[in-house]
């Protein structure tokens, strides 16, 4: 096969990949137009019917190192093979739960474990098949979270709407699974020995690392960090987006379009700032990207029309959408190919953690004080301290001295 040939084969892989961020972040984000009707439908309290979302995050956290950790191993296939079918099932048996905890265990663990399986390992893939575009080729994985906004939601608001909540519950979870699966058979290895693996070894680290010395290092510490505080300060604005809209007396398939039209710019975001990062570096754009998120989500106390709703979405989803790969970019740039997917991994489990934060806590704002501003002070502030976790990331300093430290 020609050179030609595996660069554009690589481009496929990025392409199946954003399919399945888009299809499985889509999903299992979708619960914030669900909440409303299943909460009236039901009679199930906010913060309850949050807390499938809070499990979410929990679990697709723990499930990233794991995931990451097996594709590291087995190969990146038969890990989105097995979370595309437990996202489907996780979706169909959450349509036919009778109680709270029985819709938390299907639509919260089952979920969150498949969604586990998509973002790491294909954003790691997708690093070792694209070498002079990278950045651009992990934000076009992490697009997929962009456009689900505008594709998944919607639907979903239009099913409900023209039926109820659990048939389009399980008509979105037999779609996942007519796109997901086919698409697992075009995701292949990078290929060693090609101009691709030697151009991704030439730009690797001077050390080979272990995980274990990785997980142990201050980069990855403040990496870690850093994810973890962007996503609790996003988490929560992004899943409450449609309910405060609808709280402001905006309509409710109205207020979708706000979640959908950021998540519109998060795609634009992802883009954006994936461009910006291969000419100026991932860090500083990393830092600005996380200052004006932290600024938009203190404009959600200002904040009551249509309009404002709309100009708000925009900014808000080039910030929190645009640094999300950059994480990928970062890890890639210190740790290498090898065991990215178990490093990003475990860089995506803490922000799992943080994601896990918002949905329930905003539940719970609302439930004990029948609005959102203290969710968006708590956020605003949070946010504030991700700016202050990220610029305290270190340079790179030799591989021999972070051993060293590692070891110590």
Same mark, same amino acid.
């Given at each position: 096969?020609?050179?030609?040939?595996?660069?554009?084969?690589?481009?496929? +892989?990025?392409?199946?990949?954003?399919?399945?961020?888009?299809?499985?972040? =889509?999903?299992?984000?979708?619960?914030?137009?669900?909440?409303?009707?299943?909460?009236? &439908?039901?009679?199930?309290?906010?913060?309850?019917?949050?807390?499938?979302?809070?499990?979410?995050?929990?679990?697709?956290?723990?499930?990233? %190192?794991?995931?990451?950790?097996?594709?590291?191993?087995?190969?990146?296939?038969? +890990?989105?093979?097995?979370?595309?079918?437990?996202?489907?099932? =996780?979706?169909?048996?959450? @349509?036919?739960?009778?109680?709270?905890?029985?819709?938390?265990?299907?639509? #919260? +663990?089952?979920?969150?474990?498949?969604?586990? *399986? %998509?973002?790491?390992?294909?954003?790691?893939?997708?690093?070792?098949?694209?070498?002079?575009?990278?950045?651009?080729?992990?934000?076009?994985? *992490? &697009?997929?979270?962009?456009?689900?906004?505008?594709?998944?939601?919607?639907?979903? *608001?239009?099913?409900?709407?023209?039926?109820?909540?659990?048939?389009?519950? %399980?008509?979105?979870?037999?779609?996942?699974?007519?796109?997901?699966?086919?698409?697992?058979?075009?995701?292949?290895?990078?290929? /060693?020995?090609?101009?691709?693996?030697?151009?991704?070894?030439?730009?690797?680290?001077?050390?080979?690392?272990?995980?274990?010395?990785? !997980?142990?290092?201050?980069?990855?510490?403040?990496?870690? #960090?850093?994810?973890?505080?962007?996503?609790?300060?996003?988490?929560?604005?992004?899943?409450?987006?449609?309910?405060?809209?609808?709280?402001?007396?905006?309509?409710?398939?109205?207020?979708?379009?706000?979640?959908?039209?950021?998540?519109?710019?998060?795609? #634009? #975001?992802?883009?954006?700032?994936?461009? !910006?990062?291969? /000419? !100026?570096?991932?860090?500083?754009?990393?830092?600005?990207?996380?200052?004006?998120?932290?600024?938009?989500?203190?404009?959600?106390? &200002?904040? &009551?029309?249509?309009?404002? %709703?709309?100009?708000? @979405?925009? +900014?808000?989803?080039?910030?929190?959408?645009?640094?999300?790969?950059?994480?990928?970019?970062?890890?890639?740039?210190?740790?290498?190919?090898?065991?990215?997917?178990?490093?990003?991994?475990?860089?995506?489990?803490?922000?799992? !953690?943080?994601?896990?934060?918002?949905?329930?806590? =905003?539940?719970?704002?609302?439930?004990?004080?029948? =609005?959102?501003?203290?969710?968006?002070?708590? @956020?605003?502030?949070?946010?504030?301290?991700?700016?202050?976790?990220?610029? @305290?990331?270190?340079?790179? /300093? /030799?591989?021999?001295?972070?051993?060293?430290?590692?070891?110590?």
């Amino acid at each position: 096969m020609s050179k030609a040939g595996r660069f554009d084969y690589g481009w496929v +892989v990025v392409g199946a990949g954003a399919l399945m961020t888009c299809v499985g972040f =889509g999903t299992m984000l979708s619960l914030a137009v669900f909440l409303q009707p299943i909460s009236d &439908a039901m009679g199930w309290s906010h913060a309850g019917v949050s807390a499938a979302a809070t499990l979410d995050f929990l679990f697709m956290g723990f499930a990233a %190192f794991a995931w990451g950790a097996l594709s590291d191993r087995f190969g990146t296939r038969i +890990v989105v093979l097995a979370g595309s079918v437990l996202l489907g099932l =996780g979706l169909v048996t959450a @349509s036919q739960a009778q109680s709270l905890w029985q819709f938390q265990l299907c639509f #919260g +663990v089952l979920i969150g474990i498949a969604a586990g *399986s %998509f973002y790491a390992p294909m954003m790691a893939l997708a690093s070792a098949w694209i070498e002079k575009h990278r950045s651009l080729a992990v934000a076009l994985v *992490s &697009a997929g979270m962009g456009v689900s906004p505008v594709t998944v939601a919607p639907t979903a *608001s239009w099913l409900i709407t023209a039926y109820d909540w659990r048939i389009a519950m %399980f008509v979105i979870g037999i779609a996942s699974w007519a796109l997901l699966i086919p698409a697992c058979f075009l995701v292949r290895p990078a290929p /060693r020995g090609s101009e691709v693996a030697n151009a991704a070894a030439a730009s690797a680290p001077e050390t080979e690392w272990t995980a274990a010395q990785a !997980l142990r290092t201050p980069q990855f510490v403040a990496l870690a #960090g850093a994810h973890f505080a962007c996503c609790a300060a996003h988490s929560g604005p992004i899943f409450h987006m449609v309910s405060y809209a609808m709280v402001c007396g905006i309509a409710p398939l109205t207020a979708v379009t706000v979640y959908s039209l950021a998540g519109f710019s998060g795609l #634009g #975001g992802r883009l954006l700032l994936g461009v !910006l990062a291969d /000419r !100026l570096g991932a860090k500083p754009v990393l830092v600005g990207g996380l200052l004006v998120q932290a600024l938009a989500i203190a404009t959600y106390l &200002a904040v &009551a029309r249509l309009g404002e %709703f709309y100009a708000l @979405s925009v +900014v808000f989803g080039l910030a929190y959408g645009g640094v999300m790969p950059l994480y990928a970019v970062l890890v890639r740039e210190f740790f290498g190919a090898r065991i990215m997917g178990t490093v990003f991994g475990a860089v995506s489990a803490f922000a799992s !953690l943080g994601m896990a934060l918002g949905p329930w806590a =905003g539940g719970y704002v609302y439930d004990t004080f029948h =609005g959102y501003t203290w969710l968006h002070a708590g @956020s605003f502030a949070i946010g504030l301290a991700a700016v202050a976790v990220a610029l @305290s990331f270190p340079s790179r /300093r /030799r591989p021999s001295l972070d051993l060293g430290r590692a070891a110590a």
